[in-house]
């Protein structure tokens, strides 16, 4: 099936995502998994629509390991009936969510393990029960969300998972510093959050930050490479032409909050307002894949983490004077090798309640 066909089907949202996958004409080897899924593809956009649309929940406990581990800034998840109770507290507080499909994109193979970064959109979910940010409050929301899978066996044994929830809790109508008070104070004694959120800092220190890097004329010819000389550029060299330099001018950028961004101008003040946030910035890229989109373009996930020294007054607010970590997840649309569209994802609630917990 032609990628930009799949992607029109997995970003209507007036259309049941099983559209999409019947679709689809291609079958790939799946050895390990049920019967009934044609490709990675399809595995991933079923077995949402079970746990979500179909609300059945149990089933998690057969498509996720029962040792599985699920990374989030909030903290690591371990285990499927953590999943469970996770899933029944989320549909409690928005009975109505819904789980839309923006896009996939995968790699890997069912020997090794497959893949995955989905691209999920909610729309128009109420609150209408007692959620983590507070008691109901009736109205709606729409909120994105980039979840990236480890998959082998019929099972996802390993995941990242990056909400927005800053957005959504603006959305809620809750004031998000102090929603991230709360969540500081619920989380003092979490030694697991603590102690994995201080590892994950010491190994992006570790990090040697090396000079200004060569960026590939065609990314396409070297993939890895134009992804970490880019990343590297702008947060770590703080080189804000490289905006201008991989980027198409007429870009979109849909990015945590809400943000919706157009073009260099507004990218670049994007970008500043972090660099007058966060200085002596690391970050490790973690993981790439890529699949094609139409002719010779590419549609990308790049996972990836952050750390930078909170010590300016910029947009989280009076620094803390420490190290805050940032998970987080991008998608690119290269089209004529320039980034035509972004859509990046992290959980800035959970980095202001880094900020609350350094104060406590």
């Not at 200004?212 to 702008?234: G, K």
Request: glycine share 6%; aromatic share 8%; with cysteine.
């Amino acid at each position: 099936m032609n990628q930009s066909n799949l992607e029109n089907n997995l970003s209507a949202t007036d259309k049941d995502i099983e559209q999409a996958v019947d679709l689809q004409s291609s079958k790939q080897s799946m050895a390990g998994f049920d019967e009934e899924f044609t490709d990675i593809v399809d595995y991933i956009l079923r077995i949402t629509d079970y746990i979500w649309k179909e609300k059945n929940i149990g089933s998690i406990a057969r498509y996720y390991a029962p040792d599985s581990v699920i990374h989030t800034l909030g903290g690591p998840v371990h285990g499927s009936e953590t999943v469970i109770n996770n899933t029944i507290q989320t549909l409690a507080a928005f009975p109505d969510r819904r789980l839309l499909a923006e896009n996939v994109i995968w790699g890997g193979n069912d020997k090794e393990g497959f893949y995955t970064s989905h691209r999920i959109i909610s729309p128009d979910m109420t609150n209408l029960g007692h959620s983590e940010f507070g008691p109901p409050t009736g109205k709606q929301a729409t909120v994105r969300t980039l979840v990236d899978c480890l998959v082998k066996d019929n099972q996802v044994y390993e995941e990242w998972l990056m909400r927005d929830n800053m957005g959504l809790v603006q959305q809620l109508g809750f004031d998000p510093h102090a929603v991230a008070q709360q969540l500081a104070e619920v989380n003092r004694d979490n030694t697991l959050l603590h102690s994995w959120l201080a590892d994950e800092i010491d190994r992006l220190r570790s990090i040697t930050i090396d000079t200004q890097a060569h960026l590939p004329p065609r990314p396409s010819d070297a993939l890895n490479e134009f992804i970490e000389n880019v990343f590297s550029n702008i947060w770590q060299q703080q080189d804000l032409s490289t905006i201008e330099t991989v980027y198409a001018p007429d870009c979109q950028f849909h990015g945590p909050a809400r943000r919706e961004l157009h073009g260099h101008k507004e990218l670049n003040n994007y970008v500043v307002e972090i660099l007058n946030t966060l200085s002596n910035i690391r970050l490790s890229i973690d993981h790439i894949c890529s699949i094609p989109y139409q002719d010779n373009d590419l549609d990308v996930a790049i996972r990836w983490t952050l750390t930078g020294l909170h010590d300016k007054e910029g947009i989280y607010g009076a620094p803390c004077h420490k190290d805050l970590l940032i998970l987080g997840c991008t998608h690119w649309r290269l089209v004529n090798d320039k980034i035509a569209e972004e859509w990046t994802i992290f959980d800035e609630l959970a980095v202001l309640r880094q900020i609350y917990s350094n104060n406590i």
